[in-house]
């Protein structure tokens, strides 16, 4: 039986309760719930594990052994964590808790975030689901909204939504669900992601009928007025940042939603619609272009994060725009991340949602040592609200993508795709290894219909076994710049590119066949 914490329940809610109906009326705090309040939801609670008692297959076989003991603590810590949010047998389907802890609940902003890491935990079968769940319950109805939380009976959660016309939603959360969508695509092979005609549905709607509704195309974006906020639900919040009211659009909402227009031009090209294609690719580009031209302050050297209902410029920005890659490169790229490492040194504890995010972006951006931290952090005994589901899942998430950088991409560039060009998938490995790892082994991750096994030996040595039915491409990327590297004994000629802040990464492509495993590292410098 899932084992039940008789501890105080914390239950984070966007804004303090309206208890007549369930509506948020002021800022971000957390509440201890009331003894009947705790009482009913420890009861829904047992009853649905003692339902699910008798399922003891729900484990996952991603394992990490490392030299690094306090690493494979944290790993198993979080393995442990997103297990016991994972449910089955309940109205919804298969699913994960994804919302502020105690609502059985998932909403479309921690799903987004959380798809990576459950992944790679072996959850991509809820994964499909709680996204379908979001892509079915579109409509015109609610201003081409979706619900923004639906719990375990298959409902919107009541505590955002009364009617559809009265609902509380953030106006990222479709693109975010978008992109989520095209990554998991990538990740599974699945191909439902890009012909299921409730999935693409979706992502029709959301690029057109959506932004027309919500005022967002890029040549009306900057002077709309927020026509949805109907205190207290604030249907149409333009932006995940809850707290102020006195906003019309937030920069987050521009990043979501040029990953949306990106994620949506890379599944019409696959489906083989390469005007569409262009056309958002271009949608994406506008978008790109207005935020780092009119949203970047050169004078202070930094981005602006929200725009008020004065039209005035507010705030800085840094993981908004980093998580989703939508910086120009140098002065632009620092900016935003010093903002971030900025907002590090002083943010509260209480605020783990931004948090479970800046693991995985120090490591793209080539800061493994502040990430290591960030995932230790994350994870110590006692830390304040470890509990909140995105914690833990994100954790996964900064390890497999960033410490061990194993990622899923198309072999051809956006732009090619676009034009019509064939591809296949690869997986990347690129070690963020720090000096306190000596070498980290990832098991059992899943690739596809199979998975694989990745060991780094610190940032020169990686060894990659195909458990797959199928050849796997295999992109073996390392830190710094070398003319050749050393694949199966033999000297190779290699790639060096430079990414994100001049960051050199050298890689070599091949394929690994099924059921063998393939050496590459760096030669020895002399």
């Given at each position: 039986?899932r ?40 009861l ?24 690094d003991t306090r ?12 297990m016991?949010y ?20 998932f909403?479309?902003r ?9 992944q790679?935990?072996g ?35 009541p ?18 669900i978008?992109?989520?969508c ?10 439902s992601?890009i ?11 959301t ?9 967002l ?16 639900f ?7 940042e ?9 920069v ?16 019409q ?7 569409s294609?262009?056309?958002?690719l271009?949608s994406?580009?506008?978008v790109?272009g207005?935020?780092?031209r ?5 004078a ?6 929200f ?12 993981a ?11 002065p ?24 479970s995010?800046y ?14 931290g ?7 005994p ?5 509990e ?20 899923v ?35 059992n ?11 780094h ?9 195909n ?13 710094g710049?070398?003319?050749t ?42």
């Amino acid at each position: 039986m899932r084992k039940i914490q008789l501890e105080p329940i914390f239950v984070e809610s966007k804004m303090p309760v309206d208890l007549m109906f369930g509506r948020p009326v002021g800022v971000r705090h957390r509440r201890i719930i009331a003894f009947g309040a705790v009482f009913f939801s420890l009861l829904a609670f047992s009853v649905s594990a003692i339902a699910q008692s008798h399922d003891r297959t729900r484990q996952s076989r991603l394992e990490l052994r490392s030299s690094d003991t306090r690493l494979v603590q944290s790993f198993n810590w979080a393995r442990q964590q997103a297990m016991a949010y994972v449910f089955d047998g309940d109205p919804v389907g298969p699913w994960y808790e994804a919302a502020l802890p105690g609502r059985r609940a998932f909403c479309m902003r921690d799903v987004a975030h959380q798809v990576a890491g459950a992944q790679a935990l072996g959850l991509s079968k809820y994964t499909h689901n709680m996204l379908r769940r979001f892509a079915e319950n579109i409509s015109a109805s609610k201003d081409w909204c979706s619900y923004w939380e639906i719990n375990y009976l298959n409902q919107p959660a009541p505590i955002d939504f009364k009617s559809d016309t009265e609902f509380w939603y953030n106006l990222p959360a479709n693109f975010d669900i978008l992109d989520a969508c095209y990554r998991m695509y990538l990740w599974t092979g699945d191909r439902s992601y890009i012909e299921d005609p409730v999935f693409m549905n979706f992502y029709d709607r959301t690029v057109k009928d959506y932004v027309s509704r919500w005022d967002l195309d890029v040549d009306r974006i900057m002077a709309r007025s927020n026509p949805g906020q109907t205190p207290p639900f604030f249907r149409g919040d333009p932006s995940y940042e809850e707290s102020r009211r006195d906003m019309v659009l937030g920069v987050d909402l521009l990043a979501t939603q040029y990953v949306g227009y990106r994620s949506y031009a890379t599944i019409q090209a696959i489906r083989g619609d390469h005007d569409s294609a262009h056309l958002y690719l271009e949608s994406a580009s506008d978008v790109k272009g207005l935020i780092n031209r009119a949203w970047w302050n050169p004078a202070e050297g930094y981005f602006f994060s929200f725009l008020d209902k004065d039209h005035h410029f507010q705030g800085h920005a840094g993981a908004d725009l980093l998580y989703r890659d939508v910086t120009e490169e140098g002065p632009k790229t620092q900016g935003a991340l010093d903002t971030l490492l900025e907002k590090m040194r002083s943010e509260p504890a209480s605020e783990v949602e931004a948090e479970s995010h800046y693991a995985e972006i120090l490591y793209r951006y080539g800061k493994p040592e502040p990430a290591y931290g960030e995932i230790l952090d994350l994870t110590r005994p006692g830390r304040e609200r470890q509990e909140y589901p995105e914690v833990s899942y994100s954790v996964i998430e900064a390890i497999v993508n960033g410490l061990m950088g194993v990622d899923v991409e198309p072999d051809v560039p956006i732009k090619d795709l676009v034009q019509g060009k064939p591809f296949e998938t690869f997986v990347r490995t690129l070690p963020q290894l720090t000096g306190k790892t000596t070498w980290a082994e990832l098991r059992n991750l899943p690739i596809g219909e199979g998975a694989i096994t990745v060991r780094h030996y610190g940032e020169i040595r990686t060894t990659l076994i195909n458990h797959e039915k199928t050849d796997l491409n295999w992109e073996a990327a390392f830190p710094g710049s070398f003319a050749t590297l050393v694949v199966n004994g033999k000297s190779a000629e290699a790639h060096t590119e430079f990414r994100h802040l001049g960051h050199a990464v050298t890689w070599v492509k091949i394929k690994v066949k099924p059921g063998a495993s393939a050496c590459v590292e760096v030669p020895e410098q002399k």
